[in-house]
Protein backbone atom coordinates (compact mmCIF):
# COMPACT_ATOMS: atom_id res chain seq x y z
CA UNK A 1 0.00 0.00 0.00
CA UNK A 2 1.76 3.27 -1.25
CA UNK A 3 1.01 6.31 0.35
CA UNK A 4 3.51 8.76 -0.42
CA UNK A 5 3.27 11.06 -3.30
CA UNK A 6 6.36 13.01 -4.18
CA UNK A 7 6.07 16.28 -6.04
CA UNK A 8 8.01 17.77 -8.74
CA UNK A 9 6.43 21.20 -8.09
CA UNK A 10 8.85 23.70 -6.20
CA UNK A 11 7.02 26.80 -5.52
CA UNK A 12 8.86 29.80 -6.85
CA UNK A 13 10.16 31.03 -3.66
CA UNK A 14 12.01 28.26 -2.65
CA UNK A 15 15.55 29.62 -3.63
CA UNK A 16 15.10 33.03 -3.41
CA UNK A 17 14.28 33.04 0.18
CA UNK A 18 16.61 29.70 1.35
CA UNK A 19 13.93 26.56 1.68
CA UNK A 20 15.79 23.16 0.96
CA UNK A 21 12.06 21.71 1.12
CA UNK A 22 7.89 22.98 0.40
CA UNK A 23 7.56 24.72 3.95
CA UNK A 24 3.68 24.70 3.66
CA UNK A 25 2.63 21.70 1.16
CA UNK A 26 -0.45 21.36 -0.39
CA UNK A 27 -0.66 17.14 0.57
CA UNK A 28 -0.71 15.81 3.82
CA UNK A 29 3.54 15.49 4.74
CA UNK A 30 3.99 12.58 7.91
CA UNK A 31 8.03 13.38 8.10
CA UNK A 32 6.90 16.57 8.97
CA UNK A 33 3.80 15.88 11.05
CA UNK A 34 3.10 18.75 13.47
CA UNK A 35 0.77 18.11 16.63
CA UNK A 36 0.05 19.40 19.77
CA UNK A 37 0.15 17.42 22.92
CA UNK A 38 -3.61 16.92 23.12
CA UNK A 39 -3.31 15.68 19.47
CA UNK A 40 -0.42 13.39 19.83
CA UNK A 41 -2.52 11.99 23.00
CA UNK A 42 -4.95 10.83 20.06
CA UNK A 43 -2.27 9.31 18.34
CA UNK A 44 -1.12 7.62 21.40
CA UNK A 45 -4.65 6.29 21.97
CA UNK A 46 -5.75 5.51 18.71
CA UNK A 47 -2.18 3.35 18.39
CA UNK A 48 -2.83 1.40 21.66
CA UNK A 49 -6.14 0.52 21.21
CA UNK A 50 -5.12 -0.81 17.85
CA UNK A 51 -2.62 -2.88 19.20
CA UNK A 52 -5.22 -4.41 21.51
CA UNK A 53 -7.87 -4.74 19.29
CA UNK A 54 -10.76 -2.87 20.35
CA UNK A 55 -12.61 -3.58 17.49
CA UNK A 56 -14.44 -0.09 16.08
CA UNK A 57 -12.42 3.26 16.58
CA UNK A 58 -14.08 6.95 14.76
CA UNK A 59 -11.84 9.92 14.19
CA UNK A 60 -14.02 13.17 13.59
CA UNK A 61 -12.97 16.41 12.12
CA UNK A 62 -14.22 18.81 9.51
CA UNK A 63 -13.14 19.95 6.32
CA UNK A 64 -9.12 20.47 6.88
CA UNK A 65 -8.39 20.33 9.94
CA UNK A 66 -6.31 17.24 9.48
CA UNK A 67 -7.79 14.06 9.33
CA UNK A 68 -5.68 12.34 6.09
CA UNK A 69 -2.64 13.88 7.99
CA UNK A 70 -3.62 12.32 10.90
CA UNK A 71 -4.12 8.83 9.65
CA UNK A 72 -0.84 8.86 7.39
CA UNK A 73 0.91 9.58 10.97
CA UNK A 74 -0.50 6.88 12.24
CA UNK A 75 0.55 4.55 9.89
CA UNK A 76 3.89 5.78 9.94
CA UNK A 77 4.43 4.91 13.39
CA UNK A 78 2.67 1.65 13.06
CA UNK A 79 4.59 -2.02 13.50
CA UNK A 80 4.44 -2.92 9.54
CA UNK A 81 6.17 -6.41 10.19
CA UNK A 82 2.95 -7.06 12.80
CA UNK A 83 0.29 -5.44 10.92
CA UNK A 84 -1.42 -5.72 7.53
CA UNK A 85 -3.08 -2.37 6.64
CA UNK A 86 -6.01 -1.63 4.43
CA UNK A 87 -6.71 2.39 3.50
CA UNK A 88 -9.38 2.86 1.62
CA UNK A 89 -10.69 6.47 0.05
CA UNK A 90 -13.66 5.25 -2.44
CA UNK A 91 -16.15 5.12 0.23
CA UNK A 92 -18.99 5.40 -2.28
CA UNK A 93 -18.52 1.53 -2.67
CA UNK A 94 -21.21 -0.51 -1.63
CA UNK A 95 -21.38 -4.39 -1.06
CA UNK A 96 -19.39 -7.02 -2.59
CA UNK A 97 -17.37 -3.70 -4.29
CA UNK A 98 -16.62 -2.21 -0.83
CA UNK A 99 -15.07 -5.76 0.36
CA UNK A 100 -13.56 -6.48 -2.56
CA UNK A 101 -11.49 -3.32 -2.99
CA UNK A 102 -10.83 -3.71 0.66
CA UNK A 103 -9.93 -7.25 -0.02
CA UNK A 104 -7.34 -5.91 -2.87
CA UNK A 105 -5.31 -3.61 -0.92
CA UNK A 106 -4.49 -6.28 1.50
CA UNK A 107 -3.39 -8.09 -1.61
CA UNK A 108 -6.40 -10.86 -1.63
CA UNK A 109 -7.40 -12.81 -4.37
CA UNK A 110 -10.68 -14.24 -4.25
CA UNK A 111 -10.98 -16.73 -7.74
CA UNK A 112 -15.08 -16.72 -7.32
CA UNK A 113 -16.90 -13.07 -7.33
CA UNK A 114 -19.71 -11.73 -5.16
CA UNK A 115 -20.10 -10.69 -1.82
CA UNK A 116 -20.13 -14.35 -0.08
CA UNK A 117 -16.69 -15.64 -1.65
CA UNK A 118 -15.20 -12.35 -1.06
CA UNK A 119 -15.84 -12.23 2.86
CA UNK A 120 -14.92 -15.98 2.60
CA UNK A 121 -11.34 -15.21 1.21
CA UNK A 122 -11.23 -11.94 3.65
CA UNK A 123 -11.94 -14.35 6.43
CA UNK A 124 -9.27 -16.92 5.69
CA UNK A 125 -6.66 -14.15 5.23
CA UNK A 126 -7.52 -13.03 8.75
CA UNK A 127 -7.12 -16.14 10.02
CA UNK A 128 -3.70 -17.01 8.61
CA UNK A 129 -2.79 -13.51 9.42
CA UNK A 130 -3.78 -14.62 13.55
CA UNK A 131 -1.88 -17.26 13.21
CA UNK A 132 1.42 -15.56 12.36
CA UNK A 133 0.47 -12.91 14.83
CA UNK A 134 -0.55 -10.10 12.67
CA UNK A 135 -2.70 -7.40 13.40
CA UNK A 136 -5.07 -6.54 10.34
CA UNK A 137 -6.49 -2.72 10.13
CA UNK A 138 -8.94 -1.51 7.88
CA UNK A 139 -9.07 2.81 7.70
CA UNK A 140 -12.11 4.34 6.05
CA UNK A 141 -11.54 8.19 5.19
CA UNK A 142 -14.43 10.24 4.53
CA UNK A 143 -16.36 7.30 6.01
CA UNK A 144 -19.28 10.17 6.40
CA UNK A 145 -19.85 8.79 2.50
CA UNK A 146 -20.83 5.36 3.54
CA UNK A 147 -24.24 4.38 3.14
CA UNK A 148 -26.50 2.91 5.58
CA UNK A 149 -25.72 -0.76 4.11
CA UNK A 150 -21.93 -0.29 3.88
CA UNK A 151 -21.45 0.94 7.67
CA UNK A 152 -23.69 -2.11 7.92
CA UNK A 153 -21.54 -4.24 6.28
CA UNK A 154 -17.90 -2.80 7.61
CA UNK A 155 -20.08 -3.61 11.14
CA UNK A 156 -20.55 -7.13 9.79
CA UNK A 157 -16.67 -7.39 9.32
CA UNK A 158 -16.35 -7.08 13.13
CA UNK A 159 -17.86 -10.29 13.68
CA UNK A 160 -15.09 -12.13 12.31
CA UNK A 161 -13.84 -12.94 15.14
CA UNK A 162 -11.89 -15.81 17.43
CA UNK A 163 -12.79 -16.83 20.81
CA UNK A 164 -10.85 -13.79 22.79
CA UNK A 165 -10.00 -11.96 19.84
CA UNK A 166 -11.71 -9.40 17.06
CA UNK A 167 -9.36 -10.82 13.90
CA UNK A 168 -9.82 -7.07 12.41
CA UNK A 169 -9.80 -3.38 13.62
CA UNK A 170 -11.77 -0.83 11.50
CA UNK A 171 -10.85 3.10 12.00
CA UNK A 172 -13.84 5.09 10.38
CA UNK A 173 -11.93 8.98 9.68
CA UNK A 174 -14.77 11.25 8.62
CA UNK A 175 -16.34 14.87 9.21
CA UNK A 176 -18.69 15.42 11.87
CA UNK A 177 -22.07 14.82 9.78
CA UNK A 178 -21.14 10.93 10.37
CA UNK A 179 -21.97 11.30 14.36
CA UNK A 180 -26.42 12.19 12.41
CA UNK A 181 -26.15 9.16 10.34
CA UNK A 182 -24.60 6.72 13.60
CA UNK A 183 -27.50 8.17 15.24
CA UNK A 184 -29.84 6.72 13.14
CA UNK A 185 -32.20 3.47 15.03
CA UNK A 186 -30.66 0.86 12.20
CA UNK A 187 -27.15 1.62 12.92
CA UNK A 188 -27.24 1.32 16.53
CA UNK A 189 -25.53 -1.66 16.67
CA UNK A 190 -21.95 -0.30 15.20
CA UNK A 191 -22.62 3.10 17.41
CA UNK A 192 -22.69 0.52 20.71
CA UNK A 193 -19.78 -1.54 19.04
CA UNK A 194 -17.26 2.13 18.91
CA UNK A 195 -14.25 1.88 21.54
CA UNK A 196 -12.69 5.48 21.33
CA UNK A 197 -13.93 8.12 19.70
CA UNK A 198 -11.45 11.54 19.06
CA UNK A 199 -12.79 14.68 18.28
CA UNK A 200 -9.94 16.99 16.05
CA UNK A 201 -10.16 20.54 17.08
CA UNK A 202 -8.64 23.81 15.55
CA UNK A 203 -5.14 25.12 16.78
CA UNK A 204 -4.97 27.62 19.37
CA UNK A 205 -3.07 31.03 18.46
CA UNK A 206 -0.29 29.52 20.20
CA UNK A 207 -0.48 26.19 18.29
CA UNK A 208 -0.55 28.29 15.18
CA UNK A 209 2.51 29.98 15.73
CA UNK A 210 4.19 26.73 17.15
CA UNK A 211 3.26 25.12 13.46
CA UNK A 212 4.71 28.20 11.28
CA UNK A 213 7.82 27.69 13.57
CA UNK A 214 8.29 24.44 12.56
CA UNK A 215 7.12 24.00 9.21
CA UNK A 216 9.74 26.83 8.93
CA UNK A 217 12.61 25.22 11.07
CA UNK A 218 12.45 21.47 9.40
CA UNK A 219 12.47 23.48 5.67
CA UNK A 220 15.73 24.69 5.52
CA UNK A 221 14.97 27.58 8.80
CA UNK A 222 15.46 30.55 5.91
CA UNK A 223 17.51 33.37 7.89
CA UNK A 224 15.26 36.08 8.87
CA UNK A 225 11.73 35.72 7.94
CA UNK A 226 9.72 36.60 10.68
CA UNK A 227 5.67 37.32 11.23
CA UNK A 228 4.61 40.09 13.22
CA UNK A 229 2.16 39.79 16.31
CA UNK A 230 -0.30 41.01 14.58
CA UNK A 231 0.37 38.77 11.84
CA UNK A 232 -0.36 35.68 13.45
CA UNK A 233 -3.50 36.88 14.95
CA UNK A 234 -4.78 37.65 11.85
CA UNK A 235 -3.40 34.22 10.41
CA UNK A 236 -4.91 32.33 13.61
CA UNK A 237 -8.55 34.69 12.32
CA UNK A 238 -8.65 33.53 8.52
CA UNK A 239 -7.57 29.91 8.94
CA UNK A 240 -9.37 29.06 12.37
CA UNK A 241 -6.85 27.10 13.19
CA UNK A 242 -7.25 24.56 9.95
CA UNK A 243 -3.85 23.62 9.17
CA UNK A 244 -4.76 23.63 5.39
CA UNK A 245 -5.92 27.33 5.34
CA UNK A 246 -3.01 28.10 7.08
CA UNK A 247 -0.87 26.49 4.73
CA UNK A 248 -2.31 28.07 1.54
CA UNK A 249 -2.20 31.47 3.44
CA UNK A 250 1.77 31.07 4.39
CA UNK A 251 2.25 29.90 1.09
CA UNK A 252 0.88 32.93 -0.20
CA UNK A 253 2.79 35.34 1.86
CA UNK A 254 6.04 33.76 0.93
CA UNK A 255 5.32 34.60 -2.64
CA UNK A 256 4.60 37.81 -1.05
CA UNK A 257 8.06 38.09 0.44
CA UNK A 258 9.19 37.31 -3.15
CA UNK A 259 7.15 39.97 -4.99
CA UNK A 260 7.46 43.02 -2.03
CA UNK A 261 11.87 41.49 -1.83
CA UNK A 262 11.16 41.15 2.46
CA UNK A 263 11.63 39.23 5.51
CA UNK A 264 8.57 39.75 7.53
CA UNK A 265 5.39 39.02 6.88
CA UNK A 266 3.13 41.67 8.43
CA UNK A 267 -0.67 42.45 9.06
CA UNK A 268 -0.86 43.91 5.71
CA UNK A 269 0.36 41.34 3.86
CA UNK A 270 -1.91 39.00 5.41
CA UNK A 271 -4.78 40.43 4.22
CA UNK A 272 -3.47 40.70 0.90
CA UNK A 273 -2.94 37.20 0.71
CA UNK A 274 -6.27 36.34 2.56
CA UNK A 275 -7.74 38.70 -0.10
CA UNK A 276 -6.77 36.78 -2.66
CA UNK A 277 -7.52 33.62 -1.51
CA UNK A 278 -11.10 35.39 -1.56
CA UNK A 279 -10.97 34.02 2.94
CA UNK A 280 -12.63 35.85 5.09
CA UNK A 281 -11.95 35.73 8.89
CA UNK A 282 -13.98 33.90 11.03
CA UNK A 283 -16.72 34.99 13.23
CA UNK A 284 -16.45 35.72 16.85
CA UNK A 285 -18.90 34.40 19.03
CA UNK A 286 -20.28 37.07 21.41
CA UNK A 287 -19.33 35.68 25.00
CA UNK A 288 -20.68 37.32 27.95
CA UNK A 289 -18.02 39.08 30.23
CA UNK A 290 -19.01 40.80 33.16
CA UNK A 291 -16.57 43.71 32.90
CA UNK A 292 -17.02 47.53 31.79
CA UNK A 293 -18.13 46.17 28.36
CA UNK A 294 -19.32 43.22 26.76
CA UNK A 295 -16.55 41.59 24.77
CA UNK A 296 -16.61 39.54 21.68
CA UNK A 297 -14.11 36.84 22.00
CA UNK A 298 -13.05 33.34 21.18
CA UNK A 299 -13.50 32.23 17.27
CA UNK A 300 -16.15 29.99 15.85
CA UNK A 301 -14.55 26.65 14.96
CA UNK A 302 -14.43 25.52 11.13
CA UNK A 303 -15.76 28.44 9.56
CA UNK A 304 -13.55 29.50 6.47
CA UNK A 305 -14.25 31.12 2.82
CA UNK A 306 -12.66 29.68 -0.38
CA UNK A 307 -14.85 30.00 -2.82
CA UNK A 308 -15.20 28.82 -5.61
CA UNK A 309 -13.00 26.02 -4.79
CA UNK A 310 -14.39 22.09 -3.78
CA UNK A 311 -12.46 19.43 -4.05
CA UNK A 312 -11.25 16.06 -2.18
CA UNK A 313 -7.68 18.02 -1.83
CA UNK A 314 -9.64 21.48 -0.16
CA UNK A 315 -13.20 20.97 1.01
CA UNK A 316 -16.13 19.00 -0.38
CA UNK A 317 -18.01 21.35 2.47
CA UNK A 318 -17.55 24.86 2.64
CA UNK A 319 -18.81 26.74 5.79
CA UNK A 320 -17.93 30.45 5.93
CA UNK A 321 -18.72 33.49 8.95
CA UNK A 322 -17.57 36.97 9.05
CA UNK A 323 -16.98 39.06 11.91
CA UNK A 324 -19.73 40.70 13.33
CA UNK A 325 -22.16 39.61 11.21
CA UNK A 326 -25.14 42.18 10.90
CA UNK A 327 -28.38 40.88 11.67
CA UNK A 328 -30.49 40.07 8.58
CA UNK A 329 -32.96 42.31 7.15
CA UNK A 330 -36.79 41.21 5.86
CA UNK A 331 -36.74 43.06 2.35
CA UNK A 332 -33.42 42.56 -0.50
CA UNK A 333 -31.83 45.48 -1.08
CA UNK A 334 -32.25 46.94 -4.41
CA UNK A 335 -28.81 46.53 -5.27
CA UNK A 336 -28.91 43.11 -4.36
CA UNK A 337 -32.13 42.56 -6.41
CA UNK A 338 -30.99 43.85 -9.55
CA UNK A 339 -27.99 41.92 -9.67
CA UNK A 340 -29.58 38.74 -9.27
CA UNK A 341 -32.11 40.01 -11.93
CA UNK A 342 -29.45 40.38 -14.37
CA UNK A 343 -28.26 36.76 -14.05
CA UNK A 344 -31.71 35.64 -14.43
CA UNK A 345 -31.63 34.81 -10.65
CA UNK A 346 -34.14 36.78 -9.02
CA UNK A 347 -36.01 33.68 -7.97
CA UNK A 348 -33.46 33.17 -5.51
CA UNK A 349 -34.00 36.36 -3.95
CA UNK A 350 -36.69 34.85 -1.46
CA UNK A 351 -34.07 32.33 -0.05
CA UNK A 352 -31.27 34.71 -0.22
CA UNK A 353 -32.95 38.18 0.87
CA UNK A 354 -29.35 40.23 1.63
CA UNK A 355 -25.46 39.22 0.44
CA UNK A 356 -24.18 38.36 3.98
CA UNK A 357 -21.88 35.67 4.22
CA UNK A 358 -24.36 32.71 5.47
CA UNK A 359 -26.68 33.23 2.64
CA UNK A 360 -23.22 33.37 -0.32
CA UNK A 361 -22.57 30.63 1.39
CA UNK A 362 -25.43 28.80 0.92
CA UNK A 363 -26.41 30.37 -2.84
CA UNK A 364 -23.20 29.21 -4.28
CA UNK A 365 -24.23 25.57 -3.18
CA UNK A 366 -27.47 25.88 -4.77
CA UNK A 367 -26.06 27.09 -7.78
CA UNK A 368 -23.30 24.31 -7.70
CA UNK A 369 -26.34 21.53 -7.47
CA UNK A 370 -29.30 23.32 -9.79
CA UNK A 371 -27.27 25.54 -12.08
CA UNK A 372 -23.66 25.15 -14.20
CA UNK A 373 -23.01 28.90 -12.58
CA UNK A 374 -20.64 29.32 -10.05
CA UNK A 375 -20.16 31.95 -7.55
CA UNK A 376 -16.62 33.59 -7.13
CA UNK A 377 -15.60 36.89 -5.16
CA UNK A 378 -12.65 38.32 -6.33
CA UNK A 379 -10.70 41.79 -5.91
CA UNK A 380 -11.43 43.49 -9.05
CA UNK A 381 -11.57 47.06 -10.20
CA UNK A 382 -14.01 46.10 -13.12
CA UNK A 383 -17.42 47.40 -12.54
CA UNK A 384 -18.76 44.70 -15.38
CA UNK A 385 -17.80 40.90 -15.83
CA UNK A 386 -16.16 39.72 -19.61
CA UNK A 387 -19.15 39.10 -20.25
CA UNK A 388 -20.79 42.93 -19.41
CA UNK A 389 -23.04 41.94 -16.96
CA UNK A 390 -22.95 43.12 -13.45
CA UNK A 391 -20.01 42.72 -10.98
CA UNK A 392 -21.80 43.14 -7.31
CA UNK A 393 -19.47 45.28 -5.21
CA UNK A 394 -19.32 43.64 -2.08
CA UNK A 395 -17.20 44.14 1.37
CA UNK A 396 -13.87 44.41 2.34
CA UNK A 397 -13.03 45.26 -0.97
CA UNK A 398 -14.25 42.01 -2.64
CA UNK A 399 -16.84 41.48 -5.43
CA UNK A 400 -18.79 38.98 -6.25
CA UNK A 401 -18.95 37.63 -9.76
CA UNK A 402 -21.18 34.55 -11.40
CA UNK A 403 -19.68 33.13 -14.52
CA UNK A 404 -19.74 29.84 -16.34
CA UNK A 405 -16.22 27.47 -16.38
CA UNK A 406 -15.52 23.88 -16.38
CA UNK A 407 -12.92 24.65 -14.39
CA UNK A 408 -13.41 24.37 -10.69
CA UNK A 409 -10.96 26.71 -9.44
CA UNK A 410 -10.02 24.00 -7.11
CA UNK A 411 -5.93 23.51 -6.74
CA UNK A 412 -4.79 21.40 -9.24
CA UNK A 413 -2.74 18.27 -7.58
CA UNK A 414 0.59 17.67 -9.34
CA UNK A 415 2.13 14.64 -11.15
CA UNK A 416 -2.54 13.35 -10.79
CA UNK A 417 -3.91 13.57 -14.32
CA UNK A 418 -7.31 15.33 -13.55
CA UNK A 419 -9.80 16.56 -16.40
CA UNK A 420 -9.88 20.36 -14.69
CA UNK A 421 -6.18 20.27 -15.31
CA UNK A 422 -6.51 19.19 -18.73
CA UNK A 423 -9.54 22.07 -19.14
CA UNK A 424 -6.70 24.85 -17.78
CA UNK A 425 -4.40 23.22 -19.92
CA UNK A 426 -6.36 24.03 -23.09
CA UNK A 427 -6.80 27.72 -22.12
CA UNK A 428 -3.15 28.11 -21.91
CA UNK A 429 -2.19 26.69 -25.15
CA UNK A 430 -4.79 29.30 -26.57
CA UNK A 431 -3.13 32.10 -24.76
CA UNK A 432 0.19 30.90 -26.20
CA UNK A 433 1.63 30.88 -23.07
CA UNK A 434 1.57 26.75 -23.33
CA UNK A 435 2.84 23.88 -25.65
CA UNK A 436 -0.04 21.26 -27.30
CA UNK A 437 2.01 18.56 -26.71
CA UNK A 438 2.24 19.96 -23.17
CA UNK A 439 -1.66 19.29 -22.68
CA UNK A 440 -1.62 16.34 -21.07
CA UNK A 441 -4.11 16.87 -18.21
CA UNK A 442 -1.20 16.58 -15.55
CA UNK A 443 -0.18 19.52 -13.40
CA UNK A 444 3.64 19.85 -13.85
CA UNK A 445 6.50 22.10 -14.10
CA UNK A 446 5.40 23.49 -17.65
CA UNK A 447 1.65 23.93 -16.45
CA UNK A 448 2.95 26.17 -13.18
CA UNK A 449 5.10 28.40 -15.38
CA UNK A 450 2.45 28.73 -18.19
CA UNK A 451 -0.72 29.82 -15.27
CA UNK A 452 2.36 32.07 -13.80
CA UNK A 453 3.28 33.42 -17.05
CA UNK A 454 -0.92 34.19 -17.14
CA UNK A 455 -1.89 35.56 -13.73
CA UNK A 456 1.62 37.86 -14.28
CA UNK A 457 -0.91 39.10 -17.24
CA UNK A 458 -3.97 39.47 -15.43
CA UNK A 459 -2.72 41.14 -12.34
CA UNK A 460 -2.91 38.85 -9.68
CA UNK A 461 -0.14 37.53 -7.87
CA UNK A 462 2.31 34.62 -9.90
CA UNK A 463 1.61 31.62 -7.35
CA UNK A 464 1.40 29.23 -10.71
CA UNK A 465 -1.67 27.60 -8.64
CA UNK A 466 -5.50 28.03 -9.27
CA UNK A 467 -7.97 30.21 -6.95
CA UNK A 468 -11.24 32.40 -7.67
CA UNK A 469 -9.43 35.28 -9.61
CA UNK A 470 -7.50 33.20 -11.76
CA UNK A 471 -10.09 30.60 -12.23
CA UNK A 472 -12.27 33.13 -13.40
CA UNK A 473 -9.26 34.74 -15.61
CA UNK A 474 -9.38 31.80 -17.56
CA UNK A 475 -12.90 31.28 -18.29
CA UNK A 476 -13.03 34.86 -19.56
CA UNK A 477 -10.09 33.99 -21.89
CA UNK A 478 -11.86 30.63 -23.32
CA UNK A 479 -15.39 32.12 -23.24
CA UNK A 480 -15.86 35.42 -22.77
CA UNK A 481 -19.19 36.02 -24.20
CA UNK A 482 -20.84 33.38 -22.01
CA UNK A 483 -22.41 34.66 -18.39
Given at each position: ???????????????S????K?????????????????????????????E?????????????????????K????????KV?????F??????????E??????G????K????H?L????????????????????????????????E???????????????I?????????????L???E???????????????P??QQE???????C??V??Q??????T?????L????????????NL??????YG??????????A??V??A????????Q???????????????????????L?P?????????????AI????????P?????????????????Q??????V??I?????R???????????????A??T???LPV???????K???????I????LA??????????V????????L?A??????????????A????????????T????????Y??????R?D??
Open positions: MAIAVTSRYQPLYMELGFDIPFPVTPNPERYYAPLRLLAHVDEILHFLIRKGFLLVTGDVGIGKTTLVRIIKELDHSSIALLNTFLQGSALISINQDLIQSKPGLIQEALNNFLLAEFSKGKNCIIIIDDAQNLSIESLLVRQLSNLETNEDKLQILLVAQPEILTTARPIRQLRSRIALHCKLKFSVSDYIDRLTTGPVGIQLGAALRITQYSGGYPRIILMDRCLLLAYKRRTISSLREAKDLSLLPKKRNRVKITSVIALCGLLLGGYLLTLSTMLAKRVLITAEPAPASASQKWQRFLAAYGLDHYLAFPLPNDANRLRHLLQETDIKLALISTAATCAGFEWRDGLLVLYRSPSGSPFSTPSEDTRSQHVLVAEGLATAADGIMGQWTQQLSAFQQRSGRVMGQMDDGTADLSCASPDL
